[in-house]
């Protein structure tokens, strides 16, 4: 499989070239959501340029960002969750469609999975037997020493991706956004939130070498590109 030319922009923001289309992931493009700010680099104002869809994989503000999605044309067709579509239109976006649990959209063949905030639960074997995933976006914890039931943390995004299987991982939800001046404590305590803050996708990439599985983990650090343009 060639992969598709695809950015990670920090967060859980991807930017997938996918049959001549730009896809983005839960969009997170300035630099600040409520108390957290962002650490890695800004977002490329010409980042948006071109996009032509938009998926929204839940209603948190750190994956359904309401500036980022003002920023984007309004010709941008944004997809979110069952049941979230009117309360986006009441906000101004023009273009909106929904996908229920189950649902696919198909793009050029290939199958890309993205998790948004999850914890393992029995629906991953239902995703993964609807056929192969050539690639899977896996939240990696990646901001602090706890984010409650939902997340996955590293072991738990190595799981993940055995129960998925899929052809490439790309580690997200890490490397970007952390409580504003936390990582820049002297001493331990910031040197520790540091270290959370970026250590995870490199765990899981270790744990799934380490199990032996036949996905390839790919840790892109934020403003990252790989794969071959569409």
Do not use: K
């Not at 239109?89 to 063949?109: I, K, M, N, P, Y």
């Amino acid at each position: 499989m060639d992969l598709p030319e695809t950015t990670f922009l920090g967060h859980s923001t991807l930017r997938l070239r996918i049959g001549g289309r730009t896809v983005l992931t839960d969009p997170v493009l300035g630099n600040s959501v409520g108390p957290l700010r962002r650490t890695a680099p800004a977002v490329d104002p010409a980042w948006p340029a071109g996009v032509d869809l938009v998926l929204i994989s839940h209603l948190h503000a750190d994956h359904l960002h309401l500036a980022s999605l003002r920023r984007l044309p309004r010709s941008v067709e944004v997809v979110v969750p069952t049941g979230a579509g009117d309360w986006l239109r009441r906000r101004g976006v023009a273009r909106v469609s929904e996908l229920a649990v189950g649902q696919t959209r198909v793009f050029d063949g290939l199958r890309v999975y993205v998790a948004g905030d999850t914890g393992l639960f029995p629906g991953l074997d239902d995703v993964a037997a609807q056929g192969p995933i050539d690639l899977a976006a896996v939240p990696v914890w990646g901001w602090g020493p706890s984010l409650g039931p939902g997340h996955l943390d590293p072991a738990g995004a190595a799981e993940a991706v055995r129960r998925l299987a899929p052809a490439v991982a790309v580690p997200v939800h890490w490397g970007t956004l952390a409580v504003a001046g936390l990582c820049s404590v002297p001493g331990r305590t910031g040197s520790r939130m540091r270290e959370l803050l970026v250590r995870p996708p490199y765990d899981v990439a270790d744990a799934v070498a380490a199990a032996g599985l036949p996905t390839r983990t790919l840790v892109l650090p934020p403003g990252a590109a790989v794969g071959t343009p569409a």
